[in-house]
C-alpha cells in the first residue's frame, strides 16, 4: 500500500475522494467549463442543462434522504431558474427544460453519495463565478448557482463532510455511498458534457 492510499484511520471523506477521483477528472476533462461560459449563449445553455440534472437529482436525494433541514440549504434547483432567468428565459421556457431519466437512489448512504458530488460543486463553483463575473460583467445577479453558499461555503462543507462519517463505521453503508458517488459523476458527465438534440 503506497503512502498515498487513505485508510480507515483517514475518515470516510479522504477514501471517497480517492475512490471518486477519476469519475471527478473525466467529468471535469470533458465540461471544459471555460469554453462553455466564454460567451453568454454558453452559459445560459450550461445552466439550462445543469437545471434538468439539479431538478432530477435534487429529487432523487431528496426521496432518501429524508432530511429537509439538512438538505433544503443545499439544493440548488431554485438557484438556477434565478439564473435562467436573469439570462433571459420565461418560466413556461425553463420548465420545458430537457431532463435526464428518472433515477432512484438506494436508500440514504446512497443519497448521501450522490449528494457529495453536487455538494463539492459549491467549492470550485466559487471560482467559476468569479470567473463569469468578470467575463460578462455580471454583479449580484446571473450568478446565483456558482456563488451558492456564498462565504458560508466552507462551513456548509465542513458540516457536510461531518455528516458523512455517520456512514464511516459501515462499510456496506460506505461501499453504497462510494458507488453512488461514482455512478453521479459519471451520469453528470454524460448529461452535461453531451450536446441537446436539434429540434
Known sequence: MSAATPTRRDGLHARLRMATDPAHQALEAGLDWRARVASRAGYRDLLARLHGFHA????????????????????RL?????DLDHLGLTPATVA?????????????????GALYVLEGSTLGGQLIGRHIAGLHGFGETGLA????HGPRAGAM??????????????PVAEATLTAAAVATFAAMRDWLCTAPAAD
Open 56 to 75: 432530477v437529482w435534487e429529487a432523487a436525494i431528496g426521496a432518501q434522504l429524508s432530511d429537509e433541514p439538512f438538505l433544503g440549504p443545499r439544493r
Open 145 to 148: 448557482y456558482y456563488r451558492a
Open 96 to 112: 420545458a427544460l430537457p431532463r435526464p431519466a428518472p433515477v432512484i437512489l438506494d436508500g440514504p448512504a446512497a443519497a448521501m
Open 78 to 82: 431554485a438557484l438556477l431558474v434565478a
Open 157 to 170: 462543507w465542513g458540516a457536510f463532510r461531518l455528516r458523512l462519517e455517520d456512514f464511516a463505521a459501515d
